[in-house]
């Protein structure tokens, strides 16, 4: 006799992903008519042993037009994206690419060395290097038995 497992299917499973999909579309249709600060960067964030990198994409940018910063346990990437004028004599029939004021904030882990974050700027990429410190190591004491 064969037997058949069944995995049950949620049929609503399927509605997060429709929906961001749809607001997705939107918002790339949007594109061409969003107001100032609509441009947010992708970032990617990842970690090894010894640090935490955050990669932000920042196409047409250069290292002037970004500034970071590091308060209170909050890694700040603030820029502008500043849009290209319009040339005369040309008919835009598309405007897809986005431009204005961003700020991205990411909470950072209390076992960091916020004093010694540095970044650098290459082919419009913005790397971010926070070290981590190192993990303390547990403080043994032993204890005197008395005798009663």
Known sequence: MTKIIARPRNEFDVFPRYFRHMFEDINRELGAVAPTGSYVPRVNISEDAQNIYVAAELPGMTKEDVKITVTEGVLTIRGEKKS???????????IERRFGEFVRQFTLPDNVQEE?????FKDGVLEVVVPKKEPAKPKERQIEISVN
């Open 84 to 94: 290209e004028a319009k040339q005369e004599g040309r008919n835009y029939h598309r």
């Open 116 to 120: 010694n974050v540095h970044a650098s």
